[in-house]
């Protein structure tokens, strides 16, 4: 895996990048020869690759480790990631709370919050937590449904998550940007089919349409 600081931070910095040149990757504090050297490393081992215009960018499975590489022990890449996705709408106008990712996988595409369960507190204690952290909302949530989904980049594997959906439809107070991963903002009538859409929005709004309790298990080719 990760064998290095030099080499996680590698990782960690591309994963807010849609690549990088050798100059802007190398911290100023390193001499060439032992960043290169550390470089070469995580691209034998995969998780990094050199793109035609002379760019590091990281790689399907690079992109899985991304803004997790500090991580005590990373996850196994071919096992689904635990993730909250947390729907909250405005009850005056009906307005949906959207993000745009900062980071990788799926850097620069919109959709729905997430966040990550711990084993410490229930998923509803976390979703309130975590949308009052990053956007000063708050807000009770319901868990309204569960499932799986896989995206492909050109037949790879990008993401891979093990989601339950979270519903707030009376969100309260002023939106704030206290996130380094996501940028928040309000839309009253998104456009679920838009291309920088998140490729699970629509089959989302569908699950939101249903009964509580739906399932899904969805991949998305991109």
């Avoid at 009770?140 to 492909?152: I, L, M, Q, S, T």
Wanted: aromatic residues 10%; neutral net charge.
């Amino acid at each position: 895996m990760l064998d290095h600081h030099i080499q996680k931070n590698i990782v960690y910095t591309l994963a807010f990048s849609d690549g990088m040149r050798f100059g802007e990757l190398k911290p100023d504090e390193l001499e060439n020869k032992a960043f290169d050297y550390h470089l070469k490393k995580v691209v034998q081992a995969g998780f990094v690759a050199k793109a035609e215009d002379g760019r590091y960018v990281l790689t399907s499975e690079g992109k899985r480790v991304g803004i997790s590489a500090f991580r005590g022990k990373v996850d196994r890449l071919d096992q689904a990631r635990a993730t909250l996705l947390l729907v909250a709408r405005r009850a005056d106008d009906g307005a949906w709370l959207m993000m745009r990712r900062k980071s990788q996988p799926l850097i620069g595409l919109r959709g729905f919050m997430n966040a990550r369960p711990t084993a410490t507190q229930q998923i509803v204690d976390t979703a309130q937590q975590i949308c009052r952290e990053e956007t000063g909302l708050t807000g009770e949530f319901v868990a309204h449904g569960h499932g799986y989904f896989r995206v492909y980049r050109s037949g790879s594997l990008e993401s891979f998550i093990h989601f339950t959906l979270l519903v707030c439809n009376e969100i309260r107070g002023e939106l704030h940007q206290n996130s380094s991963l996501a940028e928040y903002y309000w839309d009253t009538d998104p456009d679920w089919s838009a291309p920088d859409m998140l490729p699970n929005t629509q089959i989302l709004r569908k699950m939101l349409e249903a009964q509580p309790g739906q399932f899904v298990d969805q991949r998305f080719d991109i």
